[in-house]
């Protein structure tokens, strides 16, 4: 199977009441772990890529062969998509022309009107190219005296109107953050997610910051619509700890260990074993 578009997939378990994991991918290491796991449990996935992590790479289209050629060479035969994350109006239009099979279009920081016109326009575009579209609306932060306890909220009815111009799913906030959760966090905000789930008539939803919220948090979001969970950092610390502790461990001093071959390895084993982990918690194990 070639890479596909996201829409199927995540339509899919919006049906089913699973989630689909999306997982941002950093290097080639990465991108071989992550394929790894997913096909050990044979669950269907997004690839992400972040701008920074597409420039870091070598360009959208090194990451673009880089993702098919692995998907071949792996004898990969879970559905991949391959996708922008929190793409700019001219990034989004880079990855549809690179081959990838999804985008995000990140238009929140713009006010609300030119984030619906820009938003507008890169749906058209990437639906004419049989490319599915996630749109992000922006949301009121919970930062108080600098210290952040809540994440955003998204105005439902930005949501709808949002959900309405035909985007395949949507990010708005309820109060989940990027990175390490503060110990003093708010929790996901349900009120808020119920009001959002019922303004967007059936649009599924992603849910950013997926990266240690509590399982029965991600379960009762999935019941009402979050249909997509995005995850970064969670793969990021994983391989950290595994690599500083086979160098703590002084196996980088033994035979060729400095080999990145030899080096790499048990952070890139440490990624596989989360992502099959976070398949199973999020539902999407065993629905390829
Ligand atoms: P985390 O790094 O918190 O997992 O968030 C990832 C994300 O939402 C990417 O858009």
Redesign the pocket.
Known sequence: MALVSAKEMVDKAHEGHYAIPAF?INDLEWTKSVLAGIQQANSPAILQVSEGAGKYMGGFKTVADMVRDLYEHMGITVPVALHL??GTYEGAKACIEAGFTSIMFDGSHFDFDENVTKSKEIIALAHSKGISVECEVGGIGGTEDGVTSAGELADPKECKAVAELGVDFLAAGIGNI??VYPANWAGLNFDRLDEINAAVNGKPLVL????GIPFEQVHKAVTMGVSKV?????LQLEFAKATRAYIEAGKDQEGKGYDPRKLLKPGSDAITAKVIELCKAFGSADKA
């Open positions: 941002n994350d929190h990027h990175g950013h910051g997926g990266s995005n995850i970064n950092t969670e």
